[in-house]
């Protein structure tokens, strides 16, 4: 790789408008390891470039896979979400189970008094709604690993198949518009 001080702003916007996959790793490679704090925002903005002109979709068959990744990403960063909904969910069925287990011996202990007062202090319905909150996440996180897995096999351009994140989140195509949106429905 040349070295940050032989690459020059020329240089950078030369690799961007190749439109090549490899001309737009050259310049992440440099922007990565660039220590030249005048050339970072240039970096950046070629990289930029270089990406849209790497990955634009020109045929149909690049659309698909276009979009196909598009998709891939989307659904990526919903698990993302989805484990972040995960773990919380988890520590407050944990304390469910520990409240419930608290709860049902306490009610074998107490007086017949007490019973009738106490138990509803604990909501069996509350917890299994809980549990089932927790259930639908865990079966989405499922059915999006295999659904993820597959659909990385789908892939018929190499090219699209290990694009950087930054292709989905910065390229545009033409959003279909439905015919259909903002009519009332009979």
Same mark, same amino acid.
């Given at each position: 790789m040349t070295g940050a001080r032989e690459v020059t702003e020329t240089q950078l916007m030369g690799w961007?408008?190749?439109g090549t996959v490899e001309s737009a790793r050259k310049i992440k490679e440099f922007r990565d390891t660039n220590e030249d704090d005048e050339l970072e925002a240039y970096a950046e903005l070629a990289y930029g470039e270089a990406i849209y002109f790497a990955y634009s979709p020109?045929?149909?068959e690049e659309e698909r896979d276009f #979009? #196909? @990744?598009r998709m891939i990403h989307e659904a990526e960063g919903r698990m993302c979400d989805l484990f972040v909904k $995960?773990?919380?969910l988890q520590r407050k069925q944990l304390e469910g189970d520990i409240e419930r287990a608290i709860h049902t011996k306490l009610m074998k202990q107490? +007086? $017949?008094e007490e019973k009738d007062e106490w138990q509803y202090?604990? +909501?069996e319905d509350y917890y299994t709604w809980e549990r089932g909150r927790l259930q639908i996440v865990e079966d989405e996180i499922a059915y999006l690993e295999v659904w993820l897995k597959q659909a990385k096999q789908m892939f018929a351009l190499e090219k699209y198949r290990d694009a950087p994140q930054e292709?989905?989140?910065n390229i545009h195509s033409d959003d279909v518009i439905d015919p259909f949106? @903002?009519?009332e429905e009979n």
């Open positions: 961007a408008h190749e020109d045929n149909d #979009l #196909l @990744g $995960k773990f919380p107490v +007086s $017949k202090n604990f +909501s292709v989905y989140e949106e @903002g009519e």
